[in-house]
């Protein structure tokens, strides 16, 4: 896998006009948000793909506040529920081929749950509900004729101590680590970013998956995880702390950025320059062995297939 040392920023960012990017996740102020906002600013037309109707009007109201003249459409999806992935993905259907998806949504930490599908609930939001989006969208993807599939992976993922190849359906015994598992989420967003990439090399279909991660960023994303919501009592206190220490949120879009429109190979890993890659201008980086691993990232990927029901061609 490549790591290059050139850093990106937003002077390289290229005239995006006649381009279509699905983003993922675009809670206002959220690396999302202003990844969506970042594009539409370059030209493209941006589907603004969010949990709720109301938080999507919301994501849309504030980017046309910065960019009036935003080209901007609208998608419902909960990826944590695999019968919205469907729906969210024939609506899709009615806009074409599509340029770009950025797997961006994700959850952080939330306490133990299972949804409707049965899943653990990270696995199902960070993993299995983008897997099956990405799938689903892969026809339009192939049709722009130079697709990419960019997946928003974490520091965290060196944490993970083996990649979460179990029975999904099946709880697991013990003790809920909520930071192991959701570690274990962005060590298969690594996995399935790179098998992804080998299967379409292979098949000569004309996409590209690459990976990005935000450093430490501050956004919202932890505070939810751990209280359900961003203010209020402790979570004000830990959304403070954390926006207090963390580089600002538009500067951890970049690295999605970067592995959405700089002129990169599959499989590049884009992730802040500074130190432990915490915060600063993106560059292609590292990662941990576990996520090379090829015997694993087919066994997640075969996992997966069965798991959501959706076959890749």
Known sequence: MRVATDVWDLTEMP?????RMVVTGVTPGGIGWFTALELARAGASVVLAGRSASKVDDAESAIRAEVPQADLAPLSVDLADLGSV??????????????VLVNNAGVMAPPYARTVDGFELQMATNHFGPFALTGLLLPQLVASDDGRVVTVSSPMHRVARRAPLGDPRQPGSGHYSRWQTYAQTKLANLLFT???????????LPVRALAAHPGFAATHLAANGRYGRAKGGRATILDATIRAVAQPAADGALPTLMAGVADLPGSTYCGPSGFRESRGLPVAVGCTSLATDEVAQRALWELSEQATGIAYP
């Open 15 to 19: 005239d995006l006009s006649g381009r």
């Open 86 to 99: 469907r729906l969210a993905a024939a609506r899709a259907a009615s806009y074409g081929p599509v340029d």
């Open 194 to 204: 790179f098998e992804l990439d080998r299967r379409c090399r292979q098949a000569a």
